[in-house]
């Protein structure tokens, strides 16, 4: 029974690379920007050299918004671009 889990361990993805990596090797992103609130929760993951990569200052209203365009779930790149701008305007005004 122990014995059947050894090697086994669970492997994901990076969202940045593409890379498969053994759990323990990666590093959760989580797109809210805060790992230390998990409820309700389903993190992604980044491998070791990709997170080391990533700007790790605070985002700001960032992700909010992208969570806000992200609906409906599929969609085209040049349908969220628009919808992404779209969203910046209402919310920002327009940039000059
Ligand atoms: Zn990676």
New binding site residues.
Partial sequence: MWGMRLGREARVT??????R?ARSNAREYDKEGDRWERTDKEFEH??????S?IDHHPRGELERLLLDVEQPRHMTHAEFIHRYHRLVEERYGRSE
């Fill in positions: 990076c969202i940045a690379c593409g890379t990596v980044l491998c070791k050299p990709c997170h990569d």
